[in-house]
T-cell receptor, first 113, second 115 residues
Framework: GNSVTQMEGPVTLSEEAFLTINCTYT??????LFWYVQYPGEGLQLLLK?????DKGSNKGFEATYRKETTSFHLEKGSVQVSDSAVYFC????????????FGKGNQVVVIP | DTEVTQTPKHLVMGMTNKKSLKCEQH?????MYWYKQKAKKPPELMFV???????INESVPSRFSPECPNSSLLNLHLHALQPEDSALYLC??????????????FGEGSWLTVV
């Protein structure tokens, strides 16, 4: 079945540091890939997406590239701000019926001033 | 405008109460979803409605009863809940539930506490 793996544990970094959150997936066929962000006390917001290999999704300074050869969709941001503190979920949607989302476990990101 | 609105934002209910969570979207989406999210965990799918018909029930206990009155509205009726049902309940929608690549848009959620 489909699955998404995110790196273990929270990520703590200083303001203006470079952020990488790893995401790898297992899926049959050609899934669509997503990053969602959840700020404290809020629902999930779509951060970016990519629907085919080599697509790059970008938004708010975040980027992720759909790498079919390594089955990865790593999230990066060049210079984080305190306001980027949130939980980040990687997810995939397969091309079967019902548009199910398979989520990774999520990564808590804490940015320190 | 990608907006899914949920009410109420917070709900406290006793185990013998009956309450409802409501969700509305005006994006013309034909698929709507209920997810449950516990603290520090990813959301878990509960129900999917496609063209106002229930298409997926992820073996959810009958104390949760979904309803889709029309293509813009989705309700979740709650009755005889248990304290372990306390969680964030997220409504979501997408254009159609069977097309690949559709983005699922989430609401802000309803925080439910069962006492």
């Amino acid at each position: 079945g489909n699955s998404v793996t995110q790196m273990e544990g929270p990520v703590t970094l200083s303001e203006e540091a470079f952020l990488t959150i790893n995401c790898t997936y297992t899926a049959t066929g050609y899934p669509s890939l997503f990053w969602y962000v959840q700020y404290p006390g809020e629902g999930l917001q779509l951060l970016l997406k990519a629907t085919k290999a080599d697509d790059k999704g970008s938004n708010k300074g975040f980027e992720a590239t759909y790498r079919k050869e390594t089955t990865s969709f790593h999230l990066e941001k060049g210079s984080v701000q305190v306001s980027d503190s949130a939980v980040y979920f990687c997810a995939l949607s397969d091309r079967g019926g019902n548009n199910r989302l398979a989520f990774g476990k999520g990564n808590q990101v804490v940015v320190i001033p | 405008d990608t907006e899914v609105t949920q009410t109420p934002k917070h709900l406290v209910m006793g185990m013998t109460n009956k309450k409802s969570l409501k969700c509305e979207q005006h994006m013309g989406h034909r698929a709507m979803y209920w997810y449950k999210q516990k603290a520090k965990k990813p959301p878990e799918l509960m129900f999917v409605y496609s063209y106002e018909k229930l298409s997926i029930n992820e073996s959810v206990p009958s104390r949760f009863s979904p309803e889709c009155p029309n293509s813009s509205l989705l309700n979740l009726h709650l009755h005889a809940l248990q304290p372990e049902d306390s969680a964030l309940y997220l409504c979501a929608s997408s254009q159609e539930s069977t097309l690949s690549g559709n983005t699922i848009y989430f609401g802000e959620g309803s925080w439910l506490t069962v006492v």
